[in-house]
């Protein structure tokens, strides 16, 4: 199994560490990584990690920590003599701002950061991780297969005119560039909801409140996205919350947006009328 996102000179016959969020995200990371031959380890967060992917390892091969402790991260890097690794799933957005326990190489890296948010935290992560000689790849590797398709991917069962689905687009594209979100939802050229720090479940809560039709959610991506370790996801989960708001249509990026458990996600979607449709933009 090869994948388009690796980089020519990768090597496969070094560890992959996975450094691992919340939910099912890294599971499926692993399980391609293993499919494909390449050893893996794995490093997971105490309160975050699922249990099974934990004690899918042997204790050799993995290293549990806390949110905040970076300085362990990176020795535990270096101990596995990784080639690579990667940042998958999320990490509960509170804890930037509760819970958090950094160690001595966090709180300096915190010092110096004028802003401080998921981008530039994670950002310069990812600088420590390079600053030891190893490879942070772009979170889409190994998982070519779950990215959204382009054009229809369900069966259409609500007609929205094209003009207001070109402008959930652009509002969404507008939003990412300004670092707000990644996700609206629009209805017939009105702006309903706006994806912020609370994340994709509660915006599309906010947006049922309204109890309307033809709502459209958009998700999409940042012209300067950094895949390393920020990658939009659509599952199984955002799908229970448009049907529970009351959304019947979704707008993902295609080639850019992971649609993890893709196969099932669009089962489900279409046995609950919901269509999904994945748009591209000029380059």
């Not at 390079?130 to 229809?152: C, E, K, P, S, T």
């Amino acid at each position: 199994m090869s994948s388009r996102f690796l980089p020519p000179a990768f090597d496969r016959s070094r560890p992959v560490v996975v450094i691992a969020g919340k939910a099912v995200y890294p599971v499926l990371t692993v399980a391609a990584v293993r499919r494909a031959g390449i050893p893996v380890r794995l490093i997971a967060f105490h309160d975050e990690t699922r249990t099974d992917l934990i004690e899918s390892f042997p204790s050799s091969e993995r290293e549990v920590i806390h949110v905040g402790q970076l300085g362990r991260m990176l020795k535990a890097i270096e101990r596995y003599e990784a080639g690579a690794a990667m940042m998958v799933g999320q990490i509960t957005p509170k804890r930037l701002f509760h819970g958090l326990k950094p160690d001595l190489k966090a709180a300096a890296i915190l010092m110096r950061l004028k802003r401080r948010n998921a981008e530039t935290i994670f950002g310069a992560i990812a600088d420590e991780i390079a600053g030891i000689g190893v490879h942070l790849l772009d979170a889409r590797a190994f998982l070519d297969d779950q990215l959204a398709g382009r054009g229809w991917m369900t069966r259409q069962r609500e007609k929205v005119e094209q003009t207001y689905l070109d402008h959930g687009i652009q509002i969404a594209r507008e939003c990412a560039r300004l670092d707000i979100g990644q996700g609206v939802v629009v209805r017939k050229g009105t702006v309903i909801a706006v994806e912020a720090f609370e994340g994709t479940d509660e915006m599309l809560s906010r947006a049922g409140g309204f109890k309307t039709d033809q709502l459209v959610f958009v998700k999409t991506v940042k012209p300067a996205q950094d895949y390393r370790f920020d990658v939009p996801v659509f599952g199984l989960r955002t799908l229970e919350s448009m049907q529970q708001s009351g959304i019947g249509t979704a707008l993902l990026e295609a080639d850019n947006v992971l649609m993890l458990e893709k196969q099932e996600v669009l089962r489900r979607a279409d046995a609950a009328g919901i269509q999904l449709f994945g748009f591209t933009v000029p380059a």
